[in-house]
């Protein structure tokens, strides 16, 4: 049954019209038709490293299975984890959070997900720049909240500015969200564009900031992303740091992200786990303590990795007249725009009108899969996953050059 045949029954509350599938899994969903149909597909919509979790932490998972950690934890995590992000977060932002300002959940996800069920009532708004990650308007809609999509543009590198937050803060704004490194620009806020951000919350003493730094640690810049608490202690209270283990340390499937804030919003989310799941799993937790605290050479060798695909992918797109690729600072992904491509025409005659035809002609004449910018809020674009081989992004962007050598102007 689809989600749409879903909705049409008694079942379904209400608020459950506010959510869409996520574009992903319909992605996945067009992905799995075609290769039934025995098409080869080369998936550049891939959102988890390609890596496998290094060794030491899946030895910490089976030692804590043995070692009989296979209990309920407190709902805010084993005392050990929490040392562990205690410790991160220090060496990360140089703040020292207490126990009670740090929350443990199911994936970065959750905890923004619970972030937003504790905090908004009806009509609250919350301010997405665009490009964003596909779950924030979702996830706010479902609250009863209102998602206000800001859109940024190339000239900003992508980034909200202060006076685009300005113009953008009523009454009701309870949040904006920043994601730094961006999914899917790349983009990473320097310290200064934070402090210019930051001032405008200074005169806006309602609003909270929800900073998702999930991929702080994939970072090919020469210094380590700045955190917003870094760049403005004194808002603290009103900063919600969320990040997680899942890209950094290759742990998508282990479920464990945390969170950092005021008490008041750590204790409410603590209290909603603890009468939703009780607690993350426990042997995951176990397994996230061996790699916030073990060796680091996994997360330097992968970037290293990552920096080489991302040349590889950026300037094989750069090649490819009509398309505009964006050099990511941060995370795994190409942020291209494809714009110019507009008005063009495949060989059967059918228009290249938008993002999407243009994905679904790529898919058709040579199995790549990209994820449209509409998704994320942002039509006239697309974004390409480099959590691949070499040799898959080689082969990605020959079928990438051959589809788009098709399309004719006129
Ligand atoms: N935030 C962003 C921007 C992401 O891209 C993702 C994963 N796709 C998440 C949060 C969720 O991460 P986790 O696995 O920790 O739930």
């Known amino acids: ?144 909240g209102r998602p206000v999509v800001v859109a940024t543009t190339a000239s900003t590198g992508y980034k909200l500015t202060p006076s685009l937050l300005r113009e953008s803060i009523t009454d009701r704004t309870k949040w904006v969200v920043l994601n730094s490194p961006n999914n899917p620009t790349g983009a990473v806020y320097s310290e200064a564009e934070l402090r210019g951000l930051a001032d405008v919350l200074r005169a806006n003493p309602r609003v909270s900031v929800l900073c998702d730094e999930i991929y702080d640690a994939i970072n090919f810049r020469a210094q380590p992303v700045p955190s917003t608490v870094t760049a403005a202690p004194d808002l603290r209270e009103r900063i919600f740091l969320v990040n997680g283990v899942s890209k950094t340390y290759a742990m998508t499937g282990w479920r464990i992200g945390y969170g950092a804030g005021s008490a008041a919003l750590c204790t409410a989310i603590t209290t909603l786990q603890s009468q939703s799941s009780s607690c993350p799993s426990s042997v995951s937790q176990a397994a996230a303590v061996a790699a916030l605290d073990g060796d680091q050479e996994f997360v330097e060798r992968a970037v290293r990795i990552y920096a080489e695909r991302r040349d590889l992918l950026v300037s094989g797109l750069d090649a490819i007249e009509g398309l505009r690729p964006v050099i990511p600072q941060g995370g795994f992904y190409v942020w291209t725009d494809c714009s110019a491509l507009a008005g063009t025409a495949t060989p059967s005659g059918a228009r290249i009108e938008s993002d999407a035809d243009l994905a679904e002609h790529i898919l058709e004449t040579s199995g790549v899969v990209v994820i449209t910018g509409d998704s994320y809020g942002c039509p006239g674009h697309f974004r390409a996953s480099f959590a691949l081989s070499a040799d898959t992004i080689r082969e990605a962007v020959a079928g990438l050059a051959h589809s788009i050598s098709l399309l004719r102007r006129g």
Do not use: N
């Open 1 to 144: 049954m689809t989600f749409s045949e879903a909705l049409q029954t008694p079942l379904l509350a209400e608020r459950m019209s506010r959510v869409k599938e996520s574009p992903s899994s319909r992605v996945a969903d067009r992905v799995r038709a075609f290769q039934a149909a025995g098409r080869p597909v080369i998936p550049l919509t891939i959102g988890e490293p390609d890596f496998d979790t290094p060794e030491h932490v899946k030895d910490a998972a089976i030692q804590a299975i043995h070692a009989g950690e296979t209990k309920y934890t407190s709902a805010d995590g084993t005392p050990a984890l929490r040392e562990a992000i205690k410790a991160r977060l220090l060496r990360k932002t140089g703040q020292s959070y207490g126990a009670g300002e740090i929350c443990v959940g199911g994936g970065a996800k959750q905890l923004i997900f619970l972030a937003f069920l504790a905090t908004l009532d009806e009509g609250d708004e919350v301010i997405i720049p665009a490009p964003y990650w596909v779950s924030y308007p979702d996830m706010v809609t479902v609250h009863g």
